[in-house]
């Protein structure tokens, strides 16, 4: 079976964030044999690591890229790409960590009440999943996630 391959490209606006949550679901639901709580937890992910880039390290005329990779039977991969400041190297290894989160200012990040990408990163790990984060400080950031279909 071949894969399937959808990306999409939208402003970084959180106007767009619901089509997005509802294109995730019915992916999930209609394309792959995940279940339906998995298509809900695939939403949540997908919809906090955009909330992420919007509220954090974007800018306006940023954009974000969502790609969807369905491999039949194997796995599952999403990516979410930003092209607004990064992280910095430093910093990268932290960004999964609870209570983590951007400074405001957004030029440095340091302690704080964030929870998403921890939750993002258990959620993930309960179906032996893997996330990962990748970053060129000023250029943008990739979160890359992967979920092994299990039957």
């Keep these: 079976n071949q894969p399937v391959r959808i990306s999409i490209t939208l402003p970084t606006n959180a106007y767009f964030l619901s089509g997005i949550r509802d294109f995730t679901l019915s992916f999930i639901r209609n394309t792959t044999d995940f279940t339906e709580q998995w298509a809900y937890r695939f939403q949540y992910v997908v919809d906090e690591l955009c909330n992420n880039a919007i509220e954090y390290v974007s800018k306006v005329g940023d954009e974000i890229k969502l790609t969807y990779v369905y491999f039949p039977n194997d796995s599952i991969v999403i990516e979410v790409e930003d092209s607004g400041i990064g992280i910095d190297k430093s910093e990268l290894k ?51 996630v992967k979920i092994p279909y299990i039957k």
């Design 94 to 144: 932290r960004v999964f960590t609870k209570f983590y989160q951007v400074n405001t200012n957004n030029d440095r990040f340091s302690e704080g009440t964030g929870w998403g990408l921890y939750i993002c990163k258990e959620i993930i790990k309960k179906h032996n999943g893997k996330i990962r984060a990748e970053s060129k400080y000023n250029k943008g950031s990739k979160f890359i």
